[in-house]
Structure formats: structure tokens, C-alpha cells
């Protein structure tokens, strides 16, 4: 079991960055693959982006180009720097292992784009 702790978010203009953070609890270097999600109000939780321990990456269409994951395995950390933000990201973020499971969803942080 690990325990996953995500920081970073917070309230930008449309057009800013951020980075969030998902510290682990344990080492992360035999977890295959790591995970963001995120959940808008009223909306379910959704595969965001993606990175396996060979450092493949995969993302939705809507961060595409915008968002880059990465994972620091030394660190217990995976991040996700989200660039030219838009409204329509406003959500809380989660991280997780891919495909998750449920016992590891933290607390999220949340990330506000203002118009």
C-alpha cells in the first residue's frame, strides 16, 4: 500500500502554470505506471495523464500539448506541469497508480482557472 499526498494547486488566470506535486509514501520505482486524474464539479474523475517507469507518457486530448507528467523515482514523486491553463481545467486533481485503486485517492488539490 502507499500513501499519496498531492500539493501544488491553486488559483490562476487562463493562459498561466502550475505544478503539482503527488509525493508517495513509499518508494515508487516498482509501480509500473503513475497517474494524474482530475474531477470537475458535478463531473466524474478522469484519466488525465499517464507514465510508466520507462518513462512512456500518455495523455488525454484536452492537455494534450499543455500538460507534461513526469516522475522523480529517487523522490517518491511524480509531477504535472500544466501550461497555458484554460477555465475548462478547473477541477480537483488526483493522483494515483494506473489503472488506480481506490485506497490510494488522497485528498486532491484543487486548481482554479479565472477567465
Known amino acids: 500500500q502507499v500513501q499519496l499526498v498531492e500539493s501544488g494547486g491553486g488559483t490562476v488566470q487562463a493562459g498561466g502554470s502550475l505544478r503539482l506535486s503527488c509525493a508517495a509514501s513509499?518508494?515508487?520505482?516498482?509501480?509500473?505506471?503513475m497517474a494524474w486524474y482530475r474531477q470537475a464539479p458535478g463531473k466524474q474523475r478522469y484519466l488525465v495523464a499517464r507514465i510508466t517507469s520507462g518513462g512512456t507518457t500518455n495523455y488525454a486530448d484536452s492537455v494534450k500539448g499543455r500538460f507534461t507528467i513526469s516522475r522523480d523515482d529517487a523522490k517518491n514523486t511524480v509531477y504535472l506541469q500544466m501550461n497555458s491553463l484554460k477555465p475548462e481545467d478547473t477541477a480537483v486533481y488526483y493522483c494515483?497508480?494506473?489503472?488506480?485503486?481506490?485506497?490510494?485517492w488522497g485528498q486532491g488539490t484543487q486548481v482554479t482557472v479565472s477567465s
Open positions: 494515483n497508480v494506473y489503472p488506480y485503486i481506490n485506497i490510494y
Open positions: 513509499r518508494g515508487i520505482s516498482s509501480i509500473n505506471t
